[in-house]
């Protein structure tokens, strides 16, 4: 679940916090036509986002990632274009053309994103379990929380973006908003013809010595992306603000107490409004903040415990698996291969989940407790005890052993035979 919080939240934060500026912009601007034409935008790019999301569903061989750098190439035209006609807003001609680069934009950033967005519950981790399985509801209630806030942030944005005094100054943040994402888009527009943009003299292999600033700048947008979220976030905070501060007293004037109240209470209402989508932007931080790290996070494995050999045997002493929490073991193989296993007692049994630390799904990524159960350390998927020695979805590998006069007895043959998990 926390992981789709963080990842749904990245992949659309600024594509729903432009889009719905647009539309604010476009909506004032131009009234029934700027909400026509840009609407008409956003849902050819929903469309065409469910079109190519089928595809990708059915066949990876037919969309290359390589395409991205065509949609990027859009993206800077329509923000260039949008600005442009934006400088010749007292000209009568220039409100088509300006309405369609906008719901251009807007159509090309949702196709951009959205297409993966939509095809995360196709590809959740069931454990081979299923749609109707508990391991794919609890993924699919974060994939649905995070886009309904995205909705009712936008929603509440888009009420602040109207009511901001003067225009110009939504339609600055806008503009700001889409030249920090034009500087992302034209870093990451070379990434793909890195080994095929024969016009710019490029080699091979990569070299920032080679490639002078726009090499510098390409790899600036990979490893640094989320600096254009947090800009993105820091403008969206800055028309909240402004608008929080515009309706803190009445300014128009009033001609009775009866009209001095409801201006009054219109105040309140846009002040609740911007203070709703600033603890939402607070949220959306926590999520790619405190969220992601945690979900992310690298969780050591405790230490191997000790063992006797004896001969082609290895003894565990029963007395120390007894206390029902994980133990961990690990052995090398002649072949010098380390294998690790678990042991944990079944509650309410005398009986014990004994199996190699990793699984057919998750590979040797290994197990761990938290608060008394059992975790898988790459999926995050909580272990059933009892079931730990069966075989089947995210349980450990089973491993045979015996009991014999107060010891767990594993026999180094079946260890050997499970190096190949290890190696």
Sequence with gaps: MLKYLWTVTQDLFVTVTLVTWMHAVL??????????????????????????????????????????????????????????????????????????????????????????????????????????????????????????????????????????????????LLTAGMLVNGAYCFGRFFAPWVNRAKWLGWSVKYTEERFGWIGDWMMFTAYQSMLFIWLTAALAAASLIICFAQNIRVTEPWDNPAQHRKLRARNRHFRRTACGAMALLLLFTGFLTVVKAYDTRVVELSAPETFTEDGDRILVPMEAVNDFHLHRFEWQTPNGVNVRWIVVRKPN????????????????????????VVVCRRCDVVMNTNTIGFKGGCNPIPLPYEVEGGNLVFAMADLIAGEKEFK
């Design 27 to 172: 909506s004032r601007r131009h009234d029934k036509c700027g909400r026509t034409f840009h609407g008409a935008g956003i849902v050819i790019g929903v469309i065409a986002s469910a079109a190519l999301a089928a595809v990708k569903g059915n066949s990876n061989k037919i969309v290359s990632s390589h395409w991205n750098h065509y949609i990027y190439a859009f993206i800077m035209g329509f923000t260039l274009a949008f600005i442009l006609f934006s400088l010749f807003s007292g000209k009568k001609w220039h409100r088509i053309p300006l309405c369609l680069s906008g719901a251009g934009f807007s159509a090309t950033m949702i196709f951009y994103q959205l297409p993966g967005v939509m095809l995360y519950p196709f590809n959740f981790n069931t454990m081979g379990e299923g749609y109707l399985s508990s391991y794919y509801m609890v993924r699919m209630a974060g994939w649905l929380l995070a886009l309904l806030l995205l909705v009712a942030y936008s929603r509440m944005l888009y009420n602040c973006a109207l009511h901001i005094r003067p225009l110009r100054a939504v339609n600055g």
């Design 349 to 372: 049994s005398a009986s014990y989940g004994v199996g190699l630390d990793a699984c057919e799904v998750c590979g040797n990524a290994g197990y761990y407790e938290r608060g008394g």
